[in-house]
Every structure is written in C-alpha cells, then in structure tokens.
C-alpha cells in the first residue's frame, strides 16, 4: 500500500538486479511519512568449463587436463581437488569447479593406447660372433640406427645399438642396447717335448680366471705331466674358446746295472772284479775314469757310472767292492823289542778275524799283556819295564768271519 521509487527510477514493489552495485528505494506510506534503504548486490560470475574433446594418447605421451579457470574449488572424479590432473590411465574424467555461488562441470574421455615394449638387453659376444638384437613387438615399424628396418638387427662392431619402434595406432618408444666383442684367450702350451722317464713336466695354459677343460678331466690352469700323450686344453673366457695341444713324450732311462756288491780277495787272482754297467749300446762315465761297459776294478771301495742310453737319458749307480778274504791267523814265535825299527812288536796277522781276546802270561800265571784286537800287540814291555829275554806263554781266543754260501754274500760270523 506504500509508494516506492527506486534509484533504477522503478516505483515498483520489487525490481530485478541485473548487475552488482547498490540499489536504494525511498517508501512513503499514506500517511505520507517517507524513509529510504538500500542494499548492496554482488553478482558472481558464471563458471564455464571446458575439459576439451575426448582424446586418445599414448602411454609415453603425458597429457594435463584443466579446469581452465583458476580461483575456484574444485572436485574432480579422481578426487583431486587442484585445477589440473595429468591421468595415465583410460577412462572418464569429471571435474566440478565452483566459486561458491555459481557451479560448473565438465567430462572428458581419455583413452591410452599402449607403447612397444623394451625387450633389448645388453649383448657381450665372442669377437668372431656377430649379435642379432630383436626389437620385438611384431607388427611394428623398426627404424634402428643401424640402418635396418626389421624387427632384428645384426651387429658387428661394438658400441651402443637404438631402435625407434612405432606401433599401427602410431606410438613409439625408442630402445637402445650396448654391444660388446670379446677376443679369443691367447694359449700356448708350448712346442712338443721329449723327456726322460722319471722327470715331470708342467703344462700352464695362463688365462687367469678362465675356465678350463683339459683331455685328462682336470679344469686347473695348469697340470703336472709325468707320462707320454698328446694333452689337449680349451680355454673359455665365457664367450670364446681356444684349443691348443702339446706331444709329451717320455723316453726310458737306462737300467740299474746287473750287480751291486762284490766281496772278494784282491790279493788272489786275478787281482780284480769284474763289473758290468749293463744297457749295451750306451756310454759310460765311471769314477775311475774309464768310459767302458765293463771295467776290471782292482782296488776295494765304491764305483760310480754315469750311463747315458740312445735317448740322451742318463742314471747314475754304483756298485761296492769289499774285502773278503779266506780267514786265515799267523802268530810269530818270537820277536826283538830293541827299539831298531824291526821285529819291535809282536802282533798276530790275519784275515777276517771276528772275536780276539789274547793274554800273555809271565812264567808264574800273571798276565802281562791283554789285547782284542788283532792289531793291537804287546811291546815287550811289563809296566813300563822292557821284560826280560824269555819264554813266555800265550793263550788266544778267536773266531773267523766266513762267507755263507746262498746268503747272496752277506758275511756271517
């Protein structure tokens, strides 16, 4: 029932505010009594937003979806609440942005086409070996930087290999893989050997670190050899293998000589042993200086040989000539200890005499003179005191050493 006049020049109850700013309206009643009031509208802007078309990428390919205006508060499916989100994964994105008054909202499709798959690996080969590298993914386009344009690629010469792979929905991924050559194990057992019979020789095939595999079944660097063959190694660095081969061949040495100990009596005939080194055909070097086969050997004592066969392989033995004569015992029945040089001591003489024992008796019993040895005499002395001129008695225990036939001259007593 009052009257109104607005400042929009409306005398309207009520009007519509079509933009931000203050609007006033003066009342007056029918009594005729008038007051003014305003009031301050603010209009919020709309909130427009755009996510773009639905798209498709690809897996290596990143993407940022944006809400497109900054200020506002947002709430997207994924329940991120920033401006922009970067999805890895297909499907539908929605995101609701207001301002707090007004609201806006979008949906976007993301599909994510897959990318070829690396399967290149790292290749170390033998240096004679080319290296094939497979880019997989069939179906593909290949672009290596080898030139090539198939799935596989064939290497010769180290270094670093790439290949730029693109799949029929147009996504690409590049690969790389390092190529490495590796030469062949330098072996060398050494030239074919001819050795002695009894000496050793060792074969090292180097290569510390390698594996090894020799004909004889055992897989050390090196082996101790002691019989003729042909010995085979092959050396493997893991990637090559090298194969070397050495004869070895080990010639018989000369034989032990027939005989080594002879016991005789060089003062019968003939004055000498026979001594035979045996292994006719060979040279000789004795001890005594003689280069024969056989040597006559008139002296007691050892004889060494040096025998050398065909083969250059030599043996040193020796054989022993001892004393052994018939036994046999002379004991003299006087003799003049006057100090002349002659005759001074009266002593036994004999050979191979074992046990002795003699006592020399004065003509009342008492012992003068004791000896066990044959070697050992009486001086003609009693106490330090030249004895006078006399009978004496003596009585001698004794026993001969004699050789035993079939003891393979082993002397017994």
Not at 7 to 20: K, L
Not at 340 to 347: A, C, E, F, L, P
Not at 383 to 396: C, E, I, L, S
Request: hydrophobic content about 35%; proline content about 6%.
């Amino acid at each position: 029932g009052c009257q109104y006049l607005w400042n929009t020049t409306s005398v309207d109850q009520t009007i519509e505010a079509a933009s931000s700013g203050t609007y006033t309206v003066q009342v007056t009643t029918p009594a005729n009594c008038a007051a003014t009031f305003d009031a301050v509208v603010t209009l919020m802007p709309e909130v427009h937003i755009d996510l773009g078309n639905d798209t498709t990428i690809c897996a290596n390919s990143p993407i940022t979806l944006d809400a497109g205006v900054s200020g506002l508060d947002y709430l997207w499916n994924t329940s991120a609440i920033t401006q922009t989100i970067s999805p890895t994964a297909s499907g539908v994105y929605a995101v609701n942005a207001t301002n707090g008054y007004c609201s806006g909202a979008d949906t976007l499709l993301l599909t994510v086409q897959p990318v070829p798959q690396d399967v290149l690996v790292d290749v170390t080969s033998c240096i004679d070996v080319p290296v094939v590298l497979n880019a997989g993914n069939p179906g593909c386009s290949y672009a290596w930087s080898t030139g090539g344009d198939q799935q596989t690629t064939v290497v010769t010469t180290p270094g670093t290999v790439s290949v730029l792979v693109t799949d029929q929905a147009g996504c690409s991924n590049t690969f790389d893989a390092v190529v490495q050559f590796v030469g062949y194990p330098v072996v060398d057992l050494g030239p074919d050997s001819v050795l002695c019979e009894g000496d050793l020789i060792e074969l090292d095939a180097g290569n510390p670190g390698a594996a090894f595999t020799w004909n004889t079944g055992q897989s050390t660097s090196s082996i101790v050899v002691a019989g003729s063959g042909d010995y085979v190694v092959a050396v493997s660095n893991g990637y090559c293998t090298t194969t070397d081969s050495v004869r070895v061949v080990f010639n018989p040495r000369p034989s032990r000589i027939p005989a080594h100990d002879f016991f005789t009596c060089l003062d019968e005939d003939p004055h000498y042993v026979i001594i035979s080194a045996g292994n006719q055909g060979a040279s000789y070097n004795w001890s005594s200086g003689e280069d024969t086969q056989v040597i006559l050997a008139g002296a007691y004592g050892w004889y060494y040989v040096d025998i050398t066969n065909q083969f250059d392989c030599s043996l040193r033995d020796s054989a022993s000539v001892t004393e052994f004569c018939p036994p046999s015992l002379y004991v003299p029945n006087t003799f003049t200890p006057n100090g002349d040089g002659t005759n001074d001591v009266w002593m036994v003489s004999g050979k191979n005499i074992g046990h002795f024992d003699l006592n020399v008796f004065d003509r009342w019993g008492n012992v003068i003179f004791h000896s066990e040895h044959p070697d050992h005499g009486w001086d003609g002395q009693i106490n330090g005191q030249p004895a006078p001129n006399d009978v004496y008695v003596w009585r001698m225990e004794y026993r001969f050493i004699e050789k035993v036939e079939g003891d393979q001259g082993v002397n017994k007593k």
